[in-house]
């Protein structure tokens, strides 16, 4: 399955409903796009569009405002989400090993490249989820796996996975001519 | 002894919900259905999580942490069946309050956190059991805008976010401005990556931090207000939603509070992610709806702020002071800290230190206090190296230097900065190169790119530091660095810029030898940048159990499964991920 399949359908009636309850001024612009996120799971393009239709938001304003975040995102996301922490506690304890082994896991290769060729799970980093104490950790969806590693965040997800009956893509390994 | 006289009170802040605060609730819920099981917020005491404490028939109180699904049949079978008492699981007992894992607590000062693991974040009663908006209410019942200034002032507390200017006095510019609207905003925008007290206000004690927002407001005269908060802190923003409508029930916000002619509007801007608006005219641009990039000050906030008003910024831990300021006189709180420094701080202790958590200290404790008394040392074993104060901002401090006392002066004078409040501890398996390149690669990432010399500037140092991270830098190279961190430093507009090369500046000044290391012997002395190690399996030891070669991501490792010294690692094929290293049972793999 390839991301394009992920696209959301957007419905105008739900953004016109983001508009009427936050408002359409320039101050409405981090909220509005929150709410279309918060829905999708990123920022669809036919979305923003029709906030900057129906808002007096230029359009520069809001791709420059979806653009500066980092919250926002402008690709589809997978069924699942995982962020994986990178405070300074989690990159001291090994953050960076937790990407390597679920890229890995989820067969996700490439600089680019964030989702599970099955659509299953998204990894994104962020910058830090502010429980230090508990670092390295990982967060799927809402719930938090702490003082985890590269193993264990791999146990995590398949635990995950049965649960949620999601299939795992079939890890492959990485031939590396260097 | 029959289960209903017993109350068992979970903590359940993030941290907790990470180690698994919610199974352990429902696990006594099920095995003592009629125990009195309710949640607390998060004491801070995070290395002990999942904690919690019971209360027996006696009105006797036990702590215990750690606590996971045997560790409740285990509390259960004492309290209940007159099972074995659960030493490994005490933090402090009525026969034994001064337990060693309750020092943690028992040696701190806690005046920002005194509620935060005490009582239900979401109650509003608990909250007022508490002394709770007894503050604002003496304020409302006759201090004048000008004694309510006067008694902060008293008290010295300086913003605790960072910056450290007086609040009172930030106060008093925006009193003098004539205008209908002002407003009011805490910044909960905590975005320091290693900092988490802000946090636990927030969603331990939010009461406490819209009370201090009341004051501040009172002050100055605002009657509208924002609180930032990071959308990282789902939970934050949760509990401080649930206590603005709880607030405002009780007529504590709103119009004409407690029947005054002081009214306040409260509501809620999740911020959406970016350093800089702790800057706080970024922080305003981007309520205003924009790109959160800073603007040149003056005009000051305080002056024209907010849609062009007078606007106060106060940082979370600052207005978490405020109410306990209020009750108890601003000269009870100047009498804990230092000349230059007045009152306590709170710290977010992590890293490879024992007991991590929240700590706060009176201002003057010095770090090794932090570390040894509170923390417990090291968490591996192997010594303690340095700590990172003020996150990317900020800078290291060596070990040779844990007796400088936490003070802004005392603090600054090292080269780090006091911050926000995160501690980092790290032990000699962290690179102090490879820290340098997290941060400046962060600082990169999140410079908002106004000012050619942060936007650029950042990128050059980084790309520098990959250099000699690989192995591949000159000593000429270090002193490019160095004047460069200098100018980026100048000629940046905001804070962010202007303090950006501080973690390079300061482990070249204390870590020199580590550069040195990587440049001239293209080696990393704590094995971590990845290109200048290896990793090798000592055969002698290797049982042939094939875990390695499972968990390596590419076909680097191979073997005969099941027959004992016969793995190898291709280093032509290696990208020293060690992911085999974290699965290897004998510990067999050798990294250098």
């Given at each position: 399955?390839?991301?394009?399949?992920?696209?959301?359908?957007?419905?105008?009636?739900?953004?016109?409903?983001?508009?009427?309850?936050?408002?359409?001024?320039?101050?409405?612009?981090?909220?509005?796009?929150?709410?279309?996120?918060?829905?999708?799971?990123?920022?669809?393009?036919?979305?923003?569009?029709?906030?900057?239709?129906q808002?007096?938001?230029?359009?520069s304003?809001l791709?420059?405002?979806?653009t500066?975040?980092?919250?926002?995102?402008?690709?589809?996301?997978?069924?699942?989400?995982?962020?994986?922490?990178?405070?300074?506690?989690?990159?001291?304890?090994?953050?960076?090993?937790?990407?390597?082994?679920?890229?890995?896991?989820?067969?996700?290769?490439?600089?680019?490249?964030?989702?599970?060729?099955?659509?299953?799970?998204?990894?994104?980093?962020?910058?830090?989820?502010?429980?230090?104490?508990?670092?390295?950790?990982?967060?799927?969806?809402?719930?938090?796996?702490?003082?985890?590693?590269g193993?264990?965040?791999?146990?995590?997800?398949?635990?995950?996975?049965?649960?949620?009956?999601?299939?795992?893509?079939?890890?492959?390994?990485?031939?590396?001519?260097? | 002894?029959?289960?209903?006289?017993?109350?068992?009170?979970?903590?359940?802040?993030?941290?907790?919900?990470?180690?698994?605060?919610?199974?352990?609730?429902?696990?006594?819920?099920?095995?003592?259905?009629?125990?009195?099981?309710?949640?607390?917020?998060?004491?801070?005491?995070?290395?002990?999580?999942?904690?919690?404490?019971?209360?027996?028939?006696?009105?006797?109180?036990?702590?215990?942490?750690?606590?996971?699904?045997?560790?409740?049949?285990?509390?259960?079978?004492?309290?209940?069946?007159?099972?074995?008492?659960?030493?490994?699981?005490?933090?402090s007992?009525?026969?034994?309050?001064?337990?060693?894992?309750?020092?943690?607590?028992?040696?701190?000062?806690?005046?920002?956190?005194?509620?935060?693991?005490?009582?239900?974040?979401?109650?509003?009663?608990?909250?007022?059991?508490?002394?709770?908006?007894?503050?604002?209410?003496k304020?409302?019942?006759?201090?004048?805008?000008?004694?309510?200034?006067?008694?902060?002032?008293?008290?010295?507390?300086?913003g605790?976010?960072?910056?450290?200017?007086?609040?009172?006095?930030?106060?008093?510019?925006?009193?003098?401005?004539?205008?209908?609207?002002?407003?009011?905003?805490?910044?909960?925008?905590?975005?320091?990556?290693?900092?988490?007290?802000?946090?636990?206000?927030?969603?331990?004690?939010?009461?406490?931090?819209?009370?201090?927002?009341?004051?501040?407001?009172?002050?100055?005269?605002?009657?509208?207000?924002?609180a930032?908060?990071?959308?990282?802190?789902?939970?934050?923003?949760?509990?401080?939603?649930?206590?603005?409508?709880?607030?405002?029930?009780?007529?504590?916000?709103?119009?004409?509070?407690?029947?005054?002619?002081?009214?306040?509007?409260?509501?809620?801007?999740?911020?959406?992610?970016?350093?800089?608006?702790?800057?706080?005219?970024?922080?305003?641009?981007?309520?205003?709806?924009?790109?959160?990039?800073?603007?040149?000050?003056?005009?000051?906030?305080?002056?024209?702020?907010?849609?062009?008003?007078?606007?106060?910024?106060?940082?979370?831990?600052?207005?978490?002071?405020?109410?306990?300021?209020?009750?108890?006189?601003?000269?009870?709180?100047?009498?804990?800290?230092?000349?230059?420094?007045?009152?306590?701080?709170?710290?977010?202790?992590?890293?490879?230190?024992?007991?991590?958590g929240?700590?706060?200290?009176?201002?003057?404790?010095?770090?090794?206090?932090?570390?040894?008394?509170?923390?417990?040392?090291s968490?591996?074993?192997?010594?303690?190296?340095?700590?990172?104060?003020?996150?990317?901002?900020g800078?290291?401090?060596?070990?040779?230097?844990?007796?400088?006392?936490?003070?802004?002066a005392?603090?600054?004078?090292?080269?780090?900065?006091?911050?926000?409040?995160?501690?980092?501890?790290?032990?000699?398996?962290?690179?102090?190169?490879?820290?340098?390149?997290?941060?400046?690669?962060?600082?990169?990432?999140?410079?908002?790119?106004?000012?050619?010399?942060?936007?650029?500037?950042?990128?050059?140092?980084?790309?520098?530091?990959?250099?000699?991270?690989?192995?591949?830098?000159?000593?000429?190279?270090?002193?490019?660095?160095?004047?460069?961190?200098?100018?980026?430093?100048?000629?940046?507009?905001?804070?962010?810029?202007?303090?950006?090369?501080?973690?390079?500046l300061?482990t070249?000044?204390?870590?020199?030898?580590?550069?040195?290391?990587?440049?001239?012997?293209?080696?990393?002395?704590?094995?971590?940048?990845?290109?200048?190690?290896?990793?090798r399996?000592?055969?002698?030891?290797?049982?042939g159990?094939?875990?390695?070669?499972?968990?390596?991501?590419?076909?680097?490792?191979?073997?005969?499964?099941k027959?004992?010294?016969?793995?190898?690692?291709?280093?032509?094929?290696?990208?020293?991920?060690?992911?085999?290293?974290?699965?290897?049972?004998?510990?067999?793999?050798?990294?250098?």
């Amino acid at each position: 399955m390839s991301n394009q399949s992920l696209e959301a359908q957007v419905d105008p009636n739900l953004i016109s409903g983001f508009i009427a309850e936050l408002g359409g001024e320039a101050s409405a612009s981090v909220p509005l796009l929150q709410a279309v996120q918060s829905h999708y799971g990123y920022l669809p393009r036919k979305a923003m569009d029709l906030i900057i239709e129906q808002t007096e938001i230029s359009g520069s304003q809001l791709y420059g405002v979806a653009t500066f975040y980092a919250q926002f995102r402008l690709k589809p996301v997978g069924r699942n989400l995982i962020k994986i922490c990178h405070g300074t506690a989690c990159h001291v304890t090994g953050a960076d090993r937790l990407n390597t082994s679920l890229k890995f896991q989820l067969n996700i290769h490439g600089e680019e490249a964030d989702t599970a060729p099955n659509g299953s799970y998204t990894l994104v980093d962020v910058a830090c989820v502010g429980c230090c104490s508990q670092a390295p950790l990982i967060v799927i969806n809402e719930a938090m796996i702490g003082n985890t590693n590269g193993a264990g965040a791999q146990k995590a997800v398949r635990m995950h996975a049965r649960k949620n009956g999601e299939e795992l893509p079939k890890a492959e390994k990485q031939s590396i001519n260097k | 002894m029959n289960a209903q006289s017993l109350q068992i009170i979970v903590g359940e802040g993030t941290c907790g919900i990470a180690a698994g605060s919610k199974e352990v609730m429902e696990l006594f819920s099920e095995q003592a259905p009629a125990a009195q099981v309710r949640s607390v917020s998060c004491a801070g005491m995070c290395h002990m999580e999942v904690i919690a404490e019971v209360i027996d028939k006696d009105g006797k109180s036990f702590m215990y942490g750690k606590v996971d699904k045997k560790g409740v049949s285990k509390i259960l079978d004492y309290h209940l069946q007159d099972g074995e008492f659960p030493t490994d699981l005490l933090i402090s007992s009525p026969e034994e309050p001064e337990h060693e894992n309750k020092q943690y607590l028992n040696r701190q000062t806690r005046i920002a956190l005194r509620n935060v693991g005490q009582l239900d974040p979401t109650s509003i009663d608990e909250y007022q059991a508490r002394d709770g908006y007894k503050a604002i209410e003496k304020i409302l019942k006759g201090m004048s805008q000008d004694q309510v200034i006067a008694e902060v002032k008293t008290s010295g507390i300086r913003g605790r976010g960072g910056a450290g200017f007086p609040a009172a006095i930030k106060w008093g510019f925006a009193k003098a401005q004539d205008s209908e609207t002002k407003y009011m905003i805490c910044n909960g925008d905590e975005g320091d990556p290693g900092a988490f007290m802000d946090r636990s206000l927030l969603e331990g004690d939010p009461h406490n931090v819209i009370e201090g927002m009341l004051i501040a407001a009172y002050s100055f005269g605002a009657n509208k207000g924002y609180a930032y908060i990071r959308a990282e802190y789902p939970l934050a923003v949760k509990n401080f939603g649930l206590a603005i409508e709880a607030a405002k029930a009780k007529g504590l916000l709103g119009e004409k509070i407690l029947g005054t002619d002081f009214s306040f509007e409260l509501k809620i801007k999740e911020g959406a992610g970016a350093f800089v608006c702790g800057e706080e005219t970024a922080l305003l641009a981007s309520v205003e709806g924009d790109r959160g990039m800073p603007k040149l000050r003056p005009p000051f906030p305080a002056v024209k702020g907010l849609f062009g008003k007078p606007t106060i910024i106060n940082n979370v831990e600052t207005l978490s002071n405020l109410a306990w300021i209020i009750n108890n006189g601003g000269a009870a709180y100047a009498a804990h800290g230092t000349d230059d420094s007045k009152g306590t701080k709170v710290f977010a202790l992590a890293g490879t230190i024992k007991r991590g958590g929240l700590v706060e200290v009176p201002m003057g404790t010095t770090i090794r206090q932090v570390l040894d008394d509170i923390g417990g040392g090291s968490s591996t074993g192997r010594p303690i190296k340095a700590v990172q104060l003020g996150g990317p901002s900020g800078g290291v401090i060596p070990a040779e230097l844990f007796d400088t006392p936490i003070e802004y002066a005392a603090i600054n004078a090292t080269g780090a900065i006091m911050g926000s409040g995160g501690m980092i501890v790290m032990d000699s398996k962290t690179c102090m190169v490879d820290l340098a390149k997290f941060f400046m690669n962060f600082n990169h990432m999140e410079s908002c790119g106004k000012c050619t010399f942060c936007r650029i500037g950042t990128l050059r140092i980084r790309e520098m530091l990959d250099k000699i991270s690989e192995g591949k830098a000159s000593m000429e190279d270090l002193d490019v660095l160095e004047n460069l961190s200098r100018q980026v430093m100048s000629s940046s507009l905001c804070a962010l810029g202007g303090t950006a090369p501080n973690p390079v500046l300061t482990t070249l000044r204390y870590f020199r030898s580590e550069y040195e290391a990587h440049i001239t012997d293209k080696r990393c002395p704590a094995a971590v940048c990845k290109s200048l190690i290896t990793h090798r399996v000592i055969q002698a030891d290797c049982t042939g159990c094939t875990l390695c070669e499972k968990a390596c991501p590419t076909d680097a490792i191979t073997g005969e499964p099941k027959v004992a010294h016969s793995y190898e690692i291709h280093m032509d094929k290696c990208i020293n991920c060690s992911m085999c290293v974290e699965v290897c049972k004998p510990d067999c793999i050798l990294v250098e």
